[in-house]
């Protein structure tokens, strides 16, 4: 089950706010579901501006077919994404 506290203003309701990353990590992510947004935030909710980082979405029905939860799946990609 995914749990997040911050709601980003891009998410729609069948949907989850992944995490920002780079273009071409979102390329190579492999959710089938996943969406690019505009405007990033941090977990505080607010907006920051790094260079080639996007918002990232995924749908809430494929995130919970994955058998880690939202946080280790965003502690996995963090790795890559730095």
């Known amino acids: 089950m995914h ?3 911050f709601q980003h ?4 309701k069948k949907e989850v706010f ?4 780079k273009r071409e990590v979102f390329d190579r992510f492999d959710f ?3 969406r690019l947004g505009k405007q990033t ?12 980082w996007y918002p990232v979405f995924v749908s809430k029905e494929e995130l919970d077919t994955y058998p880690l939860t939202l946080m280790e ?10």
């Open 18 to 21: 992944f995490m920002n990353m």
């Open 41 to 52: 935030f941090n977990g505080l909710g607010e907006q920051i501006f790094y260079e080639d």
């Open 9 to 12: 203003p891009e998410c729609q």
């Open 3 to 5: 749990t997040d506290e």
């Open 32 to 34: 089938s579901s996943k």
């Open 73 to 82: 799946l965003r502690r996995k990609m963090r790795e890559i994404n730095s």
